[in-house]
């Protein structure tokens, strides 16, 4: 694979969670696969008081922690951590960056650096509008010679005014191809594998509309509760979570027409037309398409876990989504009147991301016992865990007569490579050091995400608890998923849930 030009990456927020526990053990895995730049130094800032040495401690612990064959004293280790440094600065006062101008030169004389660099904010995105006039008013963010690139993590706004208040802050210091939007589900190998399904075999193509797909389900549950983020949940639920951007950008890459090339700009100029092909709820669909749910305490795997409420920082009123099942459309001749069904939850029985795109059934049924209707003929994308991907169809079982039986043809990633999969983080990164957007997002399509996001969060607002259901944890969701179901047109629905289960 190519290798990056030699740069600097600036890790803003670098005492935090995502920097230990994803972005450093991520260029670690780079390093030992040999697709780090020739020249490459991680200069860490935050508040925090941390010495060099510190924080290459705090950064072995994390990747011993995603690695537990690895030993402290690996020589490769070793040598990793010498290329990461630090600098602790209060990087809300934009008066004061100087301190990182004059680290950043040094280290660049001292390694003999081009000037190239990437800012990657890992910090709580209050930091968001901040950072970025500290470095530009530090002279960071120009160079005559080398790039500037900036990394901003999800959440990209709260709303459609606030991303686009972001955007025009950020294009006014940086261009708009140096903007990097990150969002981790793009750098999932079985996400990025959608495009060569679907791109590279002849097969699917003909299949893959309207005409021949009855519905499409994204499902990602999780076992987790909020953790220690509670502040931030508080603010956000799982709309904003989990669908405005990651499922989202799942159901882009279902929906997407063939691009023209596979450079990034075709790519994301397809995407962006599917968000803004997304339907806009009216009154009366937001009331039966959207089932909206909170946990209350129950068991997930044979442990007794609190209630939302009960969890740290979280309001003891808290009217805040920890579920969301939705049906959305998009309004365009590909996909005209074929639902996508969308669900995510925390504290749900099962961790597990899937999509399952359900084709129609056939027009008459021949055979006795015939596993009817579209739960019949399926492509299951699991996205984690036990990445795969299956076509389930029916076949007779062996015998007199004619049962049929619905059976799954599986690939299991496992089966291609015994290596583990990189991580998410590994893939992006190397995209951002290699100047490569195609899995990033862009402006147009936040912003039509928002559009689409905002109304739901205004009716939300209104209503307060009117409508929120709940649900105990460790459960399949809220018991009124039914009305989802039973409102729906579509009966088939229904047996496949049977079967997702
Ligand atoms: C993050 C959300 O973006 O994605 C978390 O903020 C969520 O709330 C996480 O738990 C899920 O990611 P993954 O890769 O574990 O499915």
């Not at 040495?53 to 951590?81: C, H, P, T, V, Y």
């Not at 495009?195 to 075999?201: D, G, K, T």
């Not at 044979?302 to 959305?328: C, F, H, I, P, W």
């Not at 409508?467 to 047109?489: K, V, W």
Request: proline fraction near 4%; aromatic fraction near 10%; hydrophobic fraction near 40%.
């Amino acid at each position: 694979m190519e290798k990056a030009d030699s740069q600097m990456l600036v890790i803003l927020g670098a005492s935090g969670d995502l920097t230990t526990r994803k972005l450093i053990p991520a260029l670690y895995e780079l390093y030992i696969r040999n697709l780090l730049p020739e020249n490459f130094v991680v200069l860490g800032v935050a508040r925090t008081a941390l010495t060099d040495d510190e924080f290459r401690q705090k950064q072995r612990d994390g990747i011993l922690a995603s690695q537990k064959e690895l030993s402290a004293k690996d020589i490769r280790l070793n040598l990793f951590l010498e290329c990461l440094f630090y600098v602790n600065f209060d990087t809300r006062d934009t008066a004061v960056y100087g301190v990182l101008k004059d680290r950043v030169n040094e280290l660049q004389k001292r390694y003999l650096l081009p000037d190239n660099i990437i800012f990657y904010m890992a910090t709580p995105p209050e930091m968001y509008e901040v950072i970025p006039v500290g470095l530009q008013k530090s002279g960071l963010t120009y160079s005559a010679t080398g790039f500037r690139r900036i990394v901003v993590e999800k959440p990209f706004g709260t709303n459609l005014k606030s991303a686009q208040h972001l955007t025009r802050l950020l294009e006014s210091i940086f261009d708009e191809h140096d903007i990097f939007r990150i969002d981790h589900y793009l750098g999932k190998e079985t996400v990025q594998n959608i495009l060569v399904l679907r791109f590279s075999n002849g097969i699917f193509e003909p299949l893959w509309n309207r005409n021949y797909v009855d519905y499409v389900e994204i499902i990602s549950t999780e076992t987790l509760g909020v953790e220690n983020r509670g502040n931030y949940y508080e603010t956000a639920g799982a709309l904003r979570d989990m669908i405005q951007n990651h499922l989202l950008q799942l159901m882009a890459f279902i929906a997407m027409e063939p691009p023209a090339t596979f450079d990034p700009e075709s790519i994301r100029d397809e995407i962006a037309k599917v968000f803004r092909s997304l339907h806009h709820y009216t009154p009366e669909e937001l009331q039966k398409q959207i089932v909206r749910g909170q946990y209350i305490a129950g068991n997930i795997e044979g442990e007794k876990v609190q209630s939302y409420r009960d969890e740290k920082n979280v309001d003891v009123k808290s009217v805040r989504e920890t579920y969301v099942a939705m049906k959305l459309e998009l309004d365009n001749w590909r996909w005209g009147g074929t639902p996508f069904y969308i669900y995510t939850g925390k504290r749900l029985a099962e961790k597990k991301t899937e999509i399952i795109i359900h084709f129609k059934s056939t027009p008459q049924q021949l055979f006795v016992g015939q596993c009817s209707g579209s739960s019949c003929n399926q492509l299951v994308i699991r996205v984690q865990p036990d990445e795969s991907i299956a076509l389930r169809f029916g076949l007779k079982v062996p015998g007199s007569g004619f049962e049929v039986r619905q059976v799954s043809m599986d690939f299991l990633y496992s089966s291609l490579s015994d290596k583990k999969l990189p991580d998410a983080y590994e893939r992006l990164l190397l995209d951002v050091m290699l100047g490569d957007s195609t899995l990033y997002s862009r402006a147009d399509a936040q912003e039509a995400s928002w559009r689409f996001i905002d109304p739901i969060i205004d009716d939300w607002t209104k209503k307060g608890n009117e409508g929120l259901t709940f649900y105990p944890a460790g459960s399949e969701g809220p018991r009124n998923i039914g009305q989802l179901i039973s409102l729906d047109e579509k009966p088939n629905f229904v047996r496949c849930k049977a079967i997702v289960k």
